[in-house]
């Protein structure tokens, strides 16, 4: 339930909440999230893109005082006056991801891989080619041998005959929570993070370090990678209206869609009540 009065910190996540379907983010939610930090509430941008995209993250959310990336892997600290300082770097040992992929194609057939293995900016994700994948100038087709030569950031893992929410539930079946971390966040493909990470512990980084309390926290999502950060918050969980079912049935307020600055919106009416 929302609380009184106003949050401490507000997190949002990017994609499919705050950027709207044109990979945009409106003037209008730019000043909003710039009202909101002058009015002394930190702003976070809570995102599942990794390290190599950080200058298009940091441009999709100029107000954030903290990113918590890779689903919360990476979490940087931006107001440090001499500059960004990480403050979680967070890897899954290639010789885990093997034997978890291996598992998995044993339960469910072969397995489409991508693994994001570099922070280098604008590295690629190495794998299998599919033609789902949205972002096809940032890919490179790798062999599987390859995408296990180093420990990596995450990996995305799809098949061809199980929906994305299925194969994610056969996945939780067969993977214990203390071997890696499961998701999805809509871009039809499974996501495997370090044990431990998710956004919420990515947010519990950027608690401690303001010394917010979660009950003070309100968030924004749509997808069920955004599930533990609402779990995690407690001033009040929003749902824009296009978000994920589950998102949506854990969330205390449904906004409007991301395409119709649901984020903004809210907040805007937030600072003015």
Not at 83 to 103: I, N, Q, S, T
Not at 119 to 144: I, K, M, N, V
Request: proline share 7%.
């Amino acid at each position: 339930m929302t609380r009184p009065g106003l949050p401490k910190l507000i997190a949002t996540d990017l994609d499919g909440t705050l950027v709207r379907s044109d990979e945009t983010v409106s003037a209008y939610t730019h000043g909003v999230l710039d009202r909101v930090r002058a009015a002394g509430i930190p702003v976070v941008g809570a995102t599942g893109r990794g390290p190599r995209l950080t200058e298009l993250t940091r441009n999709d959310i100029r107000a954030a005082d903290f990113l918590v990336m890779a689903g919360g892997g990476r979490v940087v600290d931006q107001s440090d006056p001499s500059g960004p300082l990480v403050l979680r770097d967070e890897r899954l040992p290639a010789e885990v991801l093997a034997r978890l992929l291996a598992d998995l194609e044993a339960a469910v057939g072969p397995l489409t891989v991508m693994v994001e293995a570099s922070d280098e900016h604008d590295a690629p994700l190495w794998g299998d080619y599919h033609e789902s994948w949205p972002y096809q100038d940032r890919f490179e087709a790798r062999t599987r041998a390859e995408c296990l030569s180093c420990d990596v950031i995450k990996a995305f893992a799809r098949t061809a005959d199980h929906h994305v929410d299925k194969l994610l539930a056969v996945a939780r079946r067969i993977v214990p929570p203390q071997v890696a971390t499961l998701t999805q966040a809509g871009l039809g493909f499974i996501e495997i993070c370090p044990p431990g990470v998710d956004k919420a512990s990515g947010l519990t980084v950027v608690a401690q370090t303001l010394g917010v309390d979660p009950a003070d926290v309100l968030v924004f999502g749509d997808m069920p990678n955004d599930l533990p950060m609402f779990e995690w918050a407690g001033w009040a969980r929003v749902a824009v209206a296009n978000a994920h079912p589950d998102v949506r049935a854990a969330a205390d307020e449904v906004t409007l869609r991301n395409d119709d600055d649901g984020v903004a919106v809210y907040l805007d009416r937030l600072l003015s009540r």
